[in-house]
């Protein structure tokens, strides 16, 4: 066991689940200085991520890994020298306890064992493929007027492979779909680019509309549409 990150052994299929905010957990040692109410806002969490990932982990027969600690002690999906990686600042709300937080400490503890992990989970495959699973706010507090009407988001930076099959199937099976929404795999793509492009390992990215997986209806609906397309992309890729 690791506080870095927690791993679903659902199976051997050579696909990895990969949820870098999946958890809302803070550390006892470590005080952010904020409303507790906060952990449960997408700031500190990609809500219903957690509990999608480990529906497809046993869905599929696959190993998922998720993050350990919540985005706002350290995120998970940034490169190492990025901007917001210890934040003091999310979606208008001040992290104080994060001001004076050591960076160096932070990475060792939790982001260098979480990317060490998935790297030799990937290592351990003849053939992976890899599922990123995020989720994202329909309504930021900084920006109100700001429309997010889309179900799901898919992401890519340069490999678009997985991306444009999927896009369709998900389209047939009823979701409307954001291609590179609410926001650009271009831009917020850290671990895929660490893990999947920089290897050239064929992966899709999703970011699910939280509010349509808040409950464990939702989030079965979504594993179940979700589960079968990663299959069909990582088949079509093989």
Not at 40 to 64: F, R
Not at 100 to 128: C, K, N, S
Not at 133 to 145: E, I, K, Y
Request: proline share 5%.
């Amino acid at each position: 066991m690791s506080e870095a990150f927690t791993q679903i052994d659902g199976g051997d299929l050579d696909l990895l689940v990969i949820a870098d905010h999946a958890s809302a957990h803070v550390p006892d040692d470590i005080d952010l200085d904020i409303d507790p109410a906060l952990l449960n806002e997408h700031i500190a969490v990609d809500i219903g991520v957690a509990e999608v990932s480990q529906l497809l982990a046993g869905q599929l027969g696959c190993k998922a890994i998720l993050g350990g600690v919540s985005r706002l002690v350290i995120d998970l999906n940034r490169e190492d020298d990025a901007p917001g990686l210890l934040p003091v600042m999310s979606d208008g709300h001040a992290i104080p306890g994060n001001r004076d937080a050591d960076l160096a400490e932070r990475m060792i503890r939790f982001h260098h064992p979480y990317h060490h992990q998935v790297a030799r989970l990937l290592d351990g495959m003849t053939a992976p493929f890899i599922l990123s699973v995020h989720s994202f706010t329909p309504r930021l507090a900084s920006d109100p007027g700001q429309k997010r009407p889309w179900d799901i988001g898919i992401l890519y930076n340069q490999d678009d492979r997985a991306a444009r099959i999927a896009i369709p199937l998900l389209e047939a099976a009823g979701l409307k779909v954001g291609d590179q929404l609410p926001y650009s795999g271009q831009l917020l793509n850290a671990t895929m680019n660490r893990h999947a492009e920089a290897n050239g390992i064929a992966y899709l990215g999703i970011e699910m509309r939280q509010d349509l997986v808040g409950d464990a209806a939702g989030q079965k609906r979504f594993a179940d549409i979700v589960g079968p397309i990663a299959l069909e992309c990582r088949s079509r890729l093989a």
